[in-house]
């Protein structure tokens, strides 16, 4: 099946070139949160949970190593051949399926998962109509009880960034910025990876709404990064110990601030299945 039937072509071309796994590398901040945030809100293994946009496996093949039967949807091909490599080098616990798909129209039954996951497709459906198509349908594929995680991109992470990584002196960037800032709509026609792709970057007060409005109950909107992914070596501080735990720490006692929830490069929405939504069946 053709990324393109999924996925924007500038968005899948973005995926093409740019490994997420060596973005998200051993002590990424976004990475190493992420994980910690999943210790805390997914049910025990052995469950079933359903990786969608889980690219080429960061993720999902950590937690078949826990136990959990997961299968991971993708709408790049590429990414589900790498997940399935990678599975395959884990052959005690592997992935229990590796599949491409589209977060909006899962090919799974009703009821049938304990934990869904969408680490990335919020933030590439840039139609919010689309978005709450793909909450309606991890909600759909939930047992009752069952778990949401979604992820978001801030609003104002291009500006952070800009500030962060000098960006803003260079031509081109700054009107990227006011856009992200007008409507949340993020776009990079200069091509340029390290400027992201096609994408929503959603207010921290728009997530939760959007996640209710799917029929889902929504139990925290949370920082992953919160300021911290703004240091310059945080990094070597991840690497520590001592100064890892510092960070984290800090990072937790501000992780649901309203006030601070924008600094955050990215934001984690948890909710719960109770019951049918209203309508989605």
């Known amino acids: 099946m053709d990324d393109h039937e999924h996925l924007d072509s500038e968005i899948a071309g973005h995926y093409a070139t740019v490994s997420e796994e060596r ?17 805390r809100y997914l049910p ?47 052959p005690a616990a592997p992935l229990a ?24 497709p919020l933030y590439h459906l840039t139609d919010r109509g689309d978005r709450l198509r793909a909450l309606a349908e991890a909600r759909r594929v939930l047992r009752p009880g069952g778990i949401v995680v979604a992820a978001a ?48 970057f959603h207010l921290p007060e728009e997530l939760g ?15 992953v990064e919160g300021p911290a992914w703004m240091l310059p070596d945080i990094e070597q501080r991840l690497a520590d110990p001592d100064p890892r735990e510092r960070v984290l720490a800090a990072i937790r006692r501000v992780e649901t601030e309203p006030s601070l929830l924008g ?14 939504p209203e309508g989605a069946r």
């Open 153 to 200: 991109i801030s609003r104002f992470a291009s500006t952070l960034d800009g500030l962060l990584r000098g960006h803003l002196d260079e031509p081109g960037f700054e009107a990227i910025v006011e856009g992200d800032l007008r409507d949340g709509q993020h776009r990079n026609p200069a091509g340029r990876p390290e400027w992201f792709t096609t994408a929503y």
């Open 263 to 276: 600094a955050s490069a990215h934001l984690l929405a948890v909710a719960a299945a109770d019951g049918a």
């Open 23 to 39: 973005r998200l590398g051993t002590w990424n901040l976004e990475r190493v949160r992420t994980w910690e945030l999943l210790g």
């Open 209 to 223: 709404p959007e996640v209710t409005e799917a029929g889902l109950r929504l139990e925290a909107v949370l920082a």
């Open 44 to 90: 025990s293994p052995p469950t079933v949970v359903l990786d969608v946009g889980g690219a080429a496996g960061v993720y999902a093949l950590p937690l078949a190593a826990q136990g959990y039967e997961v299968h991971l949807v993708d709408p790049v091909a590429l990414h589900v051949r790498q997940a399935l490599r990678a599975s395959a080098r884990q």
């Open 97 to 120: 399926g590796a599949t491409v798909g589209d977060a909006r129209r899962l090919e799974w039954p009703d009821d049938s998962v304990d934990a869904v996951l969408l680490l990335g």
